[in-house]
C-alpha cells in the first residue's frame, strides 16, 4: 500500500549537533511538506516542495533545512541554530491543486537531552 | 491573521452521545476546508473535506460537518460516539496552493 514512512520514530540529540530526519512516500505525490507540532500550538508549517530540486520556507524556517532530490524523499535537517527543537515533526504530502487533502507520516518525536 | 479558529481546547463527551466540534475560518475567497484526527503519537487522517456543492459533507467514520459561508464555520459532528474515536481533531484551511492552515486543535476525550 503506498504511504509516507518517516524515520526515526524517536529521535535523541545533544545540543550542538545537526540531526536529519527521514520522510519518504510512494504516492507519486507532488508536493511534500514539513510541519512541526507543539503541544496547544497546532501544526506549523517549517518548509514545504512542490517539485524536485525546489523548495520554499515556511512560517518558521530559521534553524531547519531541507533537500528534494528526489520526488519521493524529503529530508529535513535540524540544525544547532534551532534554539528550541525538542517537538513532534509530521511529513506530508499531497497532490497539486488545493481540494486535495494532505496524508501524512506517522511523525518523529525529536528531544534534545 | 488566525485562519482557522477551534474555540475549544478540550471536550468530553460520554460513550454514544452526540458530538459536535467547531470551527471557524477567516478567508475572503471560497475555502477549502478540511477535518482531521490525530490519535497519540501518530500522524494527521483526512476525515473529510469540503470545496463545492453539498453543504453537508460525509467522512470517514461516521463523521459530518456543515459549512455555513454566514457564519464562516465548518463544525464536524458525529451522532453517537465510540470510545475509538477519543483523539485530536484539527480543523484546516487552504487558501492556496501549499498553504493550509491548521487550528490549534481540539482534544477529545470519551467517558464509558
Known amino acids: 500500500d503506498g504511504g509516507i514512512t518517516q524515520s526515526p520514530k524517536y529521535l535523541f540529540r545533544k545540543e550542538g549537533q545537526n540531526v536529519t530526519l527521514s520522510c519518504e512516500q510512494n504516492?507519486?505525490?507532488?508536493?511534500m511538506y514539513w510541519y512541526r507540532q507543539d503541544p496547544g500550538q497546532g501544526l506549523r508549517l517549517i518548509y514545504y516542495?512542490?517539485?524536485?530540486?525546489?523548495?520554499q520556507k515556511g512560517d518558521i524556517a530559521e534553524g531547519y533545512s531541507v533537500s528534494r532530490e528526489k520526488k519521493e524523499s524529503f529530508p529535513l535537517t535540524v540544525t544547532s541554530a534551532q534554539k528550541n527543537p525538542t517537538a513532534f515533526y509530521l511529513c506530508?504530502?499531497?497532490?497539486?491543486?488545493?481540494?486535495?487533502?494532505?496524508?501524512f507520516g506517522s511523525g518523529t518525536r525529536l528531544t534534545v537531552v | 491573521a488566525q485562519s482557522v479558529t477551534q474555540p475549544d481546547i478540550h471536550i468530553t463527551v460520554s460513550e454514544g452521545a452526540s458530538l459536535e466540534l467547531r470551527c471557524n475560518y477567516s478567508?475572503?475567497?471560497?475555502?477549502?476546508l478540511f477535518w482531521y484526527v490525530q490519535s497519540p503519537g501518530q500522524g494527521l487522517q483526512l476525515l473529510l473535506k469540503?470545496?463545492?456543492?453539498?453543504?453537508l459533507v460525509q467522512g470517514i467514520k461516521g463523521f459530518e460537518a456543515e459549512f455555513k459561508r454566514s457564519q464562516s464555520s465548518f463544525n464536524l459532528r458525529k451522532p453517537s460516539v465510540h470510545w475509538s474515536d477519543a483523539a485530536e481533531y484539527f480543523c484546516?484551511?487552504?487558501?492556496?496552493?501549499?498553504?493550509?492552515?491548521f487550528g490549534a486543535g481540539t482534544r477529545l476525550t470519551v467517558k464509558p
Open positions: 506530508a504530502s499531497s497532490k497539486r491543486g488545493m481540494d486535495y487533502g494532505y496524508t
Open positions: 504516492l507519486n505525490h507532488d508536493a
Open positions: 516542495s512542490q517539485i524536485v530540486n525546489d523548495f
Open positions: 478567508y475572503g475567497a471560497t475555502p477549502y
Open positions: 469540503y470545496f463545492s456543492g453539498d453543504t
Open positions: 484546516a484551511v487552504a487558501r492556496g496552493n501549499n498553504d493550509m492552515r
